[in-house]
């Protein structure tokens, strides 16, 4: 355990108000909600990683946040663009004009170290048994809560279907000033190839111009498995930024694979990770956007409503927490079915090497459609316009997608 952040042994056996376990985005955001807006709950957030938030870089609109989650999310260091963003596909490039945020994971763990008392983390806590009464730690310890929230990472299901986002991304110092003044969200001009072997993936480049001379460069890919070679990877990001005259050294690295959920049955998923008693939240509990795979809007509505929950009822059982959680997952699949469907069509309806043109016939629409796609709150005329027009796919494999179950979504251990 962290010799910073732990809490004394004595209140190892008092029950908490809440145990939150997972101390990701999802958990680090519930802890920070509950810190500020229900300072009377007794929490305690378990991360078995040295830091939390791991090893990652969220991004979203400034328009996917109401005013309370932009609130929440003032707390931390963020990068702000205000000029809009770039987009680039073979057939054309446009500047869009919506407002874009981004926050690292080290400056997630710094604020939320800042804010919270350090009796409330506890860092290096492997936890090995979850259940209504609380957590049991790997070293045998029994942390006892009159809550628990399994916050941990997402856990792939034979009852889903979809593809993989596969990224690798390197912050670069580079040896001048680069010249970028906006984001560049996605540069689906480079070759349309897999993150492995020779077969095909949709492909794009996403870059960050963190300060004048950094920039973080990563190399995207929605493809059919959870596989990456990271090597090449790195290979193919080193080649964008000498295309772009980019020279310096790399100063941080991450990498990730996160599922692309195209539908399957929630319910039955939802029951494989069920412990009775236990409230679920974050992309484990189904919060995330199928199509983008962004989380942090989702995250933050929730860690704000489950902060007024406590704040509001403090008597609520853990059994009433749980469903809480459970209405708000189902309520968000039903929402977002839309975008599931989108999924299918890109997965099924399209050649891996074409589904570029998918993403290219998108976001030639209306800048706020964009906005509201990304926010998962289309309206019907947008779905409307999204589907209508010069079809990206064959009108066979489309309606064939439609009418589909999606794939299985492969649940091996992401290579």
């Given at each position: 355990m962290s010799d910073s952040l732990q809490i004394p042994v004595s209140e190892a056996a008092?029950?908490?108000?809440l145990v939150i376990v997972g101390g990701g985005l999802a958990?680090?955001?519930?802890?920070?909600?509950?810190?500020?807006?229900?300072?009377?709950?007794?929490?305690?957030?378990?991360?078995?990683?040295?830091?939390?938030?791991?090893?990652?870089?969220?991004?979203?609109?400034?328009?996917?946040?109401?005013?309370?989650?932009?609130?929440?999310?003032?707390?931390?260091?963020?990068?702000?663009?205000?000029?809009?963003?770039?987009?680039?596909?073979?057939?054309?490039?446009?500047?869009?004009?919506?407002?874009?945020?981004?926050?690292?994971?080290?400056?997630?763990h710094r604020a939320l170290v800042a804010a919270l008392p350090p009796e409330r983390v506890m860092l290096e806590a492997k936890a090995t048994a979850i259940d209504a009464d609380g957590v049991t730690l790997a070293d045998g310890t029994r942390i006892a809560g009159r809550r628990v929230i399994d916050c941990r990472p997402f856990r792939a299901s034979p009852h889903l279907a979809g593809g993989w986002q596969v990224f690798l991304g390197q912050h670069f110092k580079c040896e001048k000033p680069h010249g970028l003044t906006r984001p560049v969200i996605m540069d689906a001009s480079v070759d349309q190839v897999a993150p492995y072997g020779n077969e095909a993936a949709y492909r794009f480049v996403y870059v960050l111009p963190l300060s004048p001379d950094e920039v973080f460069i990563e190399d995207t890919y929605y493809a059919d498995q959870p596989k990456m070679d990271a090597e090449v990877l790195k290979g193919r990001?080193?080649?964008?930024?000498?295309?772009?005259?980019?020279?310096?050294?790399?100063?941080?690295?991450?990498?990730?694979?996160?599922?692309?959920?195209?539908?399957?049955?929630?319910?039955?998923?939802?029951?494989?990770i069920a412990i009775p008693g236990v409230a679920v939240a974050?992309?484990?509990?189904?919060?995330?956007?199928?199509?983008?795979?962004?989380?942090?809007?989702?995250?933050?509505?929730?860690?704000?409503a489950i902060a007024q929950l406590l704040a509001t009822r403090p008597g609520v059982s853990g059994n009433e927490l749980a469903a809480f959680c459970e209405r708000r997952a189902r309520r968000h699949w039903r929402a977002t079915g839309y975008y599931r469907m989108l999924s299918r069509m890109l997965f099924e309806a399209a050649e891996p090497d074409k589904r570029v043109v998918v993403f290219e016939h998108f976001y030639a629409l209306r800048g706020r459609l964009v906005e509201r796609f990304y926010a998962g709150r289309s309206t019907w005329p947008d779905?409307?316009?999204?589907?209508?027009?010069?079809?990206?796919?064959?009108?066979?494999r489309a309606i064939r997608a439609l009418f589909s179950s999606g794939k299985p979504l492969n649940t091996e251990t992401p290579a």
């Open positions: 008092t029950p908490h108000d958990g680090g955001l519930i802890a920070l909600a509950l810190h500020r807006h229900a300072p009377k709950c007794r929490f305690l957030l378990i991360e078995a990683g040295r830091t939390l938030g791991g090893h990652h870089r969220w991004s979203w609109f400034e328009t996917d946040l109401g005013p309370q989650a932009q609130t929440l999310m003032a707390e931390f260091a963020l990068n702000g663009w205000d000029e809009g963003y770039d987009i680039t596909f073979p057939a054309y490039g446009r500047t869009l004009p919506t407002s874009y945020r981004s926050l690292a994971s080290a400056e997630f990001v080193a080649e964008y930024a000498h295309r772009n005259g980019w020279k310096g050294e790399v100063i941080d690295q991450e990498a990730g694979i996160l599922p692309v959920v195209s539908g399957g049955n929630f319910r039955a998923a939802l029951t494989e974050g992309a484990r509990g189904g919060f995330s956007h199928p199509l983008t795979s962004y989380t942090l809007p989702f995250a933050a509505d929730n860690a704000l779905r409307l316009r999204i589907l209508t027009g010069k079809p990206p796919v064959a009108i066979p």
